[in-house]
């Protein structure tokens, strides 16, 4: 099915790779290079997925092939103090990029012992071990076109390393901000929590141009042993935008990854999430909001692997629609013959607002062991009539009425969040969203 | 729009009232006058039509008025909506009271009792002279804090939804008050405590309207008129003596139908 085809749109990019402006010998010391390398030789062999691929069923990403958006121009004019805005009271470490390029300047990384917050070139320089084990090899390439493309093209990314039992207090910000009409960026991130180590990720995706632009983002997580990472994923992009992302998580013994991801932004997203638990006693909760209306299309793509015995997940999604936007959420979770006493539980609610707008939701359990616990579920349901009447009857009018139980539909994902700021400003974001008074 | 005199002591007017859920007749001429200060008993069989006419009082959308009027406080209300009706000064407690996770407590009063006050030109609260404003409230009924932190309703037991519809009674000052089967699934210590906050919430310029199947109530509340309900109409009134003839009767006492009347 994958032959590979004429795909201008990849011939243009791969010109944009052999005009030399990120030319790197296969032969180069440098890991970076190598994996960059590794990963173009890759997009030469894969084509863009159509509806025809099963993954991608639902999901038509042809206005995205047609775009054939150009590499973003690397200097920027935004000033910190511009920003501070959009950045988290809470947090002192920030990671701001700029259309896909790793904004030092922007970014504040001086940190406590045990911290490391770099450019992954800076990293790979100098052989960090983090990057040499990690980079490329949870996100993988050889079989996903957006991932090669982003390990390929990835303008400069950062690398954020957490060295054994240390705790960061304060969450890390990582902005990725949006500033160019019609270019398309690669940003990329690495975190690796050592042994023990805990820590509180907020991955949040803005813009400042109402204007169309693809952003095609990898993330990769690495948990050593007994470690914590919680994750909280913004993604509001420009309602013109196309966003493609990858998160892929590697979750060791006892560990325990936790993330929240909220869907507000772009005409065409498209969210990947991997989290393998690896080894016996690996936990991860990963819950989603997705709240769109208009001509929007999201979909969700998450897998939980359950590779060894005893491990644990949990997962709630909801989206709720509007006008005539389309959802989708596709689920997988994988048992494994090894992942004895796995549990696993999973459920999706959706709430259709309109006539026209749409869910797809596909949960997928692929059980191999025998002695397991796994449940799933998925509801689909517009609002409920009586409630609005209680609502009413008590003095709120119907709109109001409707934004109220929205608002409370969503909140129960939004509640999972505990950093202060970021819960008020989602809450303020979706009561404008539902316009309630 | 009709305005009479608001101060006139007829408070709710009901002339040949028919309505319908889907295409089924439920009321079928139902005529009813409430003035300020009383209180009535509608009390009849499951699927005589009372508590849907509690419904179509409050503008519920799944019923259909096909005839009649309902004159409140001088006003033909038949064509508002239910929060216009609400803000107009009648309030329904429900009989199942609908659980509304993700809605704190705390706020959907905060949010209903601010609405009121804005319409009657009053101050509205914010949430911490709210929260003591809502704590005596809370008191009268016996009401635990703890459930303004909770979600509207959910994992309430029957008693304490009960009361929470009480609560938002005493909260809204309604003009009418139509409490529908509010002594169902009530312990009788539940009863006494919803049935107090009933009695200290009536005056001389409100009503209430109990519907409710049983006399039980009415020897907490004492009713001024009891009306017998039956296939969608009134079929008798009386004072308050007839709940209690009902009690040892049964409802087919009353009933029209001769067959099991005369049927010794």
Same mark, same amino acid.
């Given at each position: 099915?994958?032959?590979?085809?004429?795909?201008?749109?990849?011939?243009?990019?791969?010109?944009?790779?052999?005009?030399?402006?990120?030319?790197?010998?296969?032969?180069?010391?440098?890991?970076?290079?190598?994996?960059?390398? =590794?990963?173009?030789?890759?997009?030469?062999?894969?084509?863009?997925?159509?509806?025809?691929?099963?993954?991608?069923?639902?999901?038509?990403?042809?206005?995205?092939?047609?775009?054939?958006?150009?590499?973003?121009?690397?200097?920027?004019?935004?000033?910190?103090?511009?920003?501070?805005?959009?950045?988290?009271?809470?947090?002192?470490?920030?990671?701001?990029?700029?259309?896909?390029?790793?904004?030092?300047?922007?970014?504040?990384?001086?940190?406590?012992?045990?911290?490391?917050?770099?450019?992954?070139?800076?990293?790979?320089?100098?052989?960090?071990?983090?990057?040499?084990?990690?980079?490329?090899?949870?996100?993988?390439?050889?079989?996903?076109?957006?991932?090669?493309?982003?390990?390929?093209?990835?303008?400069?990314?950062?690398?954020?390393?957490?060295?054994?039992?240390?705790?960061?207090?304060?969450?890390?910000?990582?902005?990725?901000?949006?500033?160019?009409?019609?270019?398309?960026?690669?940003?990329?991130?690495?975190?690796?929590?050592?042994?023990?180590?805990?820590?509180?990720?907020?991955?949040?995706?803005?813009?400042?141009?109402?204007?169309?632009?693809?952003?095609?983002?990898?993330?990769?997580?690495?948990?050593?042993?007994?470690?914590?990472? =919680?994750?909280?994923?913004?993604?509001?992009?420009?309602?013109?935008?196309?966003?493609?992302?990858?998160?892929?998580?590697?979750?060791?013994?006892?560990?325990?990854?936790? =993330?929240?991801?909220?869907?507000?932004?772009?005409?065409?997203?498209?969210?990947?999430?991997?989290?393998?638990?690896?080894?016996?006693? #690996?936990?991860?909760?990963?819950?989603?909001?997705?709240?769109?209306?208009?001509?929007?299309? #999201?979909?969700?793509?998450?897998?939980?692997?359950?590779?060894?015995?005893?491990?644990?997940?949990?997962?709630?999604?909801?989206?709720?629609?509007?006008?005539?936007?389309?959802?989708?959420?596709?689920?997988?979770?994988?048992?494994?013959?090894?992942?004895?006493?796995?549990?696993?539980?999973?459920?999706?609610? =959706?709430?259709?607002?309109?006539?026209?707008?749409?869910?797809?939701?596909?949960?997928?359990?692929?059980?191999?062991?025998?002695?397991?616990?796994?449940?799933?579920? #998925?509801?689909?349901?517009?609002?409920?009539?009586?409630?609005?009447?209680?609502?009413?009857?008590?003095?709120?009018?119907?709109?109001?009425?409707?934004?109220?139980?929205?608002?409370?539909?969503?909140?129960?994902?939004?509640?999972?969040?505990?950093?202060?700021?970021?819960?008020?400003?989602?809450?303020?974001?979706?009561?404008?969203?539902?316009?309630?008074? | 729009?009709?305005?009479?005199?608001?101060?006139?002591?007829?408070?709710?007017?009901?002339? @040949?009232?028919?309505?319908?859920?889907?295409?089924?007749?439920?009321?079928?001429?139902?005529?009813?006058?409430?003035?300020?200060?009383?209180?009535?008993?509608?009390?009849?069989?499951?699927?005589?039509?009372?508590?849907?006419?509690?419904?179509?009082?409050?503008?519920?959308?799944?019923?259909?008025?096909?005839?009649?009027?309902?004159?409140?406080?001088?006003? $033909?209300?038949?064509? &508002?909506?239910?929060?216009?009706?609400?803000?107009?000064?009648?309030?329904?407690?429900?009989?199942?009271?609908?659980?509304?996770?993700?809605?704190?407590? $705390?706020?959907?009063?905060?949010?209903?009792?601010?609405?009121?006050?804005?319409?009657?030109?009053?101050?509205?609260?914010?949430?911490?002279?709210?929260? $003591?404003?809502?704590?005596?409230?809370?008191?009268?009924?016996?009401?635990?804090?703890?459930? &303004?932190?909770?979600?509207?309703?959910?994992?309430?037991?029957?008693?304490?939804?009960?009361?929470?519809?009480?609560?938002?009674?005493?909260?809204?000052?309604?003009? &009418?008050?139509?409490?529908?089967?509010? @002594?169902?699934?009530?312990?009788? @210590?539940?009863?006494?405590?919803?049935?107090?906050?009933?009695?200290?919430?009536?005056?001389? $310029?409100?009503?209430?309207?109990?519907?409710?199947?049983?006399?039980?109530?009415?020897?907490?509340?004492?009713?001024?008129?009891?009306?017998?309900?039956?296939?969608?109409?009134?079929?008798?009134?009386?004072?308050?003596?007839?709940?209690?003839? &009902?009690?040892?009767?049964?409802?087919?006492?009353?009933?029209?139908?001769?067959?099991?009347?005369?049927?010794?």
């Amino acid at each position: 099915m994958n032959t590979p085809v004429k795909d201008d749109y990849l011939q243009e990019w791969l010109a944009f790779w052999k005009s030399g402006k990120v030319t790197a010998s296969a032969h180069s010391a440098n890991y970076l290079d190598r994996l960059r390398t =590794s990963a173009a030789d890759c997009v030469a062999t894969l084509k863009f997925p159509s509806i025809r691929d099963e993954e991608w069923r639902f999901t038509d990403i042809t206005p995205l092939k047609r775009a054939a958006f150009k590499r973003p121009a690397t200097e920027t004019d935004l000033t910190t103090s511009g920003l501070a805005q959009y950045f988290a009271d809470e947090s002192i470490i920030r990671v701001v990029f700029v259309d896909g390029q790793y904004a030092p300047e922007l970014s504040n990384v001086s940190t406590q012992d045990g911290v490391i917050v770099d450019s992954l070139s800076a990293l790979a320089e100098t052989g960090s071990p983090a990057v040499t084990q990690y980079l490329g090899r949870l996100a993988d390439y050889r079989d996903n076109i957006f991932v090669a493309l982003n390990t390929a093209f990835m303008q400069e990314g950062a690398g954020i390393i957490i060295s054994e039992n240390i705790t960061v207090s304060a969450p890390v910000h990582v902005l990725f901000v949006a500033t160019q009409e019609g270019v398309t960026a690669c940003p990329r991130c690495l975190l690796v929590a050592g042994a023990g180590a805990s820590v509180t990720l907020i991955e949040e995706y803005l813009a400042l141009t109402d204007c169309a632009y693809t952003t095609n983002a990898v993330i990769e997580v690495q948990l050593a042993d007994s470690a914590n990472v =919680s994750h909280i994923r913004l993604q509001h992009e420009s309602r013109e935008a196309f966003h493609v992302a990858n998160t892929s998580v590697h979750v060791t013994h006892a560990a325990c990854y936790r =993330s929240i991801s909220i869907v507000l932004g772009a005409q065409i997203s498209r969210f990947d999430q991997h989290v393998l638990l690896a080894d016996p006693h #690996a936990q991860c909760g990963i819950d989603g909001l997705t709240l769109i209306s208009g001509q929007q299309l #999201a979909d969700t793509h998450t897998w939980i692997d359950h590779a060894e015995p005893q491990g644990t997940s949990r997962q709630l999604h909801k989206c709720i629609a509007d006008d005539s936007a389309h959802a989708v959420f596709s689920g997988k979770i994988t048992v494994h013959t090894d992942a004895q006493q796995t549990d696993a539980r999973q459920m999706n609610r =959706s709430l259709l607002l309109s006539g026209k707008a749409s869910v797809d939701t596909k949960p997928q359990l692929e059980i191999f062991a025998d002695d397991v616990k796994c449940s799933h579920g #998925a509801t689909v349901g517009q609002l409920d009539q009586d409630a609005l009447f209680y609502l009413q009857s008590r003095g709120l009018n119907l709109t109001s009425a409707r934004n109220l139980l929205v608002y409370a539909f969503g909140a129960e994902i939004i509640d999972f969040i505990t950093i202060a700021s970021v819960k008020r400003r989602l809450a303020d974001w979706i009561l404008t969203k539902t316009r309630i008074e | 729009m009709i305005r009479t005199d608001s101060s006139s002591s007829v408070l709710l007017e009901v002339r @040949d009232l028919h309505a319908c859920v889907e295409d089924t007749e439920i009321l079928k001429g139902l005529n009813l006058t409430v003035k300020r200060g009383e209180i009535h008993a509608i009390m009849g069989l499951n699927g005589s039509g009372k508590s849907t006419f509690a419904k179509v009082l409050a503008g519920h959308p799944s019923y259909r008025m096909t005839a009649g009027e309902i004159i409140f406080n001088g006003v $033909d209300i038949t064509s &508002l909506a239910p929060e216009e009706r609400a803000r107009a000064g009648v309030f329904l407690a429900f009989q199942y009271p609908v659980e509304i996770p993700g809605v704190a407590n $705390d706020q959907f009063l905060r949010l209903a009792y601010n609405t009121a006050q804005g319409q009657r030109g009053k101050e509205e609260l914010d949430p911490l002279e709210f929260d $003591d404003f809502v704590r005596e409230k809370m008191k009268l009924l016996e009401m635990n804090p703890g459930f &303004l932190d909770r979600s509207v309703n959910e994992g309430f037991s029957g008693g304490e939804k009960k009361r929470n519809e009480i609560l938002q009674m005493a909260l809204l000052e309604p003009l &009418l008050a139509v409490l529908d089967e509010t @002594d169902s699934g009530l312990d009788i @210590d539940a009863l006494r405590i919803v049935a107090k906050g009933i009695n200290q919430l009536a005056n001389q $310029d409100n009503a209430t309207i109990l519907v409710t199947h049983y006399q039980r109530l009415l020897d907490y509340i004492v009713p001024d008129y009891v009306h017998v309900m039956e296939a969608g109409r009134i079929i008798k009134t009386s004072g308050k003596e007839l709940a209690l003839e &009902l009690e040892t009767h049964g409802y087919d006492w009353v009933s029209g139908n001769k067959a099991r009347t005369s049927g010794v």
